[in-house]
């Protein structure tokens, strides 16, 4: 009974990227591209289908909310999904994200794993990450929040590739009680 209800949740509900072209490609069929965010609680998972309702967003766009708590290394995701050819060279820039009272923060501190970090040996990388026409692909990404106090922030993932741009607006409310060390102590 558990796995049936937690199945059925609309957010978990999954349609191939056939289908979602079948149904939703009227929206999208003049981009190279569709990216839409997720949650750390629900990853994409499948390369070949997409979570239906985040191309329901397409015709009710917004600003995306993630809940966070101060400290923590903060993690979602980015789908991408390559529309009507391959998408090579995909970018992910940041804004900065702003609350009130003056409060940012700062573009720097997010960072997109897939496309690059630092090695076991403390040397930079990038990566070139490219997707195959029809296919989906998860971009996790990383915020530092620490030292950031409590609040709501607003700011931006702006995706990039091929001469196309596409703005995931993000809300992230940031509450709770503190994460210590970042939240490595936790599995």
């Not at 609309?10 to 965010?37: C, M, R, W």
């Not at 239906?52 to 993690?75: C, H, M, Q, S, T």
Request: charged share 25%; aromatic share 10%; net charge neutral.
């Amino acid at each position: 009974a558990i796995l049936v209800s937690s199945c059925a949740d609309e957010n978990l509900k999954n349609i191939s990227t056939d289908e979602a072209y079948q149904k939703y490609g009227h929206l999208v069929s003049n981009k190279l591209f569709f990216a839409f965010p997720e949650e750390r609680e629900k990853p994409v998972k499948w390369f070949d289908s997409i979570p239906e309702v985040k191309l329901k967003k397409i015709v009710r766009p917004g600003n995306y909310v993630l809940d966070a708590r101060p400290g923590e290394i903060f993690i979602c995701q980015a789908g991408i999904w390559a529309l009507n050819s391959d998408v090579s060279d995909i970018q992910i820039e940041f804004s900065d994200f702003i609350g009130r009272r003056g409060r940012v923060i700062n573009y720097s501190r997010a960072t997109c794993y897939n496309l690059g970090g630092t090695d076991f040996r403390g040397n930079i990388f990038k990566k070139q990450v490219n997707i195959p026409k029809g296919r989906v692909q998860a971009f996790w990404i990383a915020i530092d929040l620490d030292s950031i106090p409590s609040g709501n922030y607003k700011g931006s993932i702006s995706i990039m590739a091929g001469g196309e741009s596409q703005i995931i607006p993000l809300l992230i409310k940031v509450s709770g009680d503190p994460i210590s060390n970042h939240g490595y102590n936790e599995g």
